[in-house]
């Protein structure tokens, strides 16, 4: 079992970047991949982005590619979002998640953060 906590979210201006964090407690870390996830008021949460177990394949919805970047560091138990080029649509509250189900574009995930929002002002 593995537990997740977002941090770094906040208030940025459009073009501006933000960097997410999510923490996860347990030994374990490394047999999770990874995914974040976003959720706008009044619309569905949409899954954006995913990285495996060691880092070595990613997945990027087409809304953010090129511009979002997921990574991790296993020794950390940390996974990160970096996120540049921001836009007023990408408002919204991020969650991590995580999974051992090794499929990264699969978008069920059994672990969840408790979210952090990100609002980008025009």
């Known amino acids: 079992q593995v537990q997740l906590v977002e941090s770094g979210g906040g208030l940025v201006q459009a073009g501006g970047s933000l960097r997410l964090s999510c923490a996860a407690s347990?030994?374990?870390?490394?047999?999770?991949?990874v995914g974040w996830f976003r959720q706008a008021p009044g619309k569905e949460r949409e899954f954006i982005t995913a990285?495996?177990?060691?880092?070595?394949?990613?997945y990027y919805t087409d809304s953010v590619k090129g511009r979002f970047t997921i990574s991790r560091d296993n020794a950390k138990n940390t996974a990160y979002l970096q996120m540049n080029s921001l836009k007023p649509d990408d408002t919204a509250v991020y969650y991590c998640?995580?999974?051992?189900?090794?499929?990264?574009?699969?978008?069920?995930?059994?672990?969840w953060g408790q979210g952090t929002q990100v609002t980008v002002s025009s």
């Open positions: 990285i495996s177990w060691n880092g070595g394949s990613t």
């Open positions: 347990g030994r374990t870390f490394s047999s999770y991949k």
């Open positions: 998640a995580a999974d051992r189900r090794w499929l990264i574009t699969n978008p069920s995930y059994n672990y």
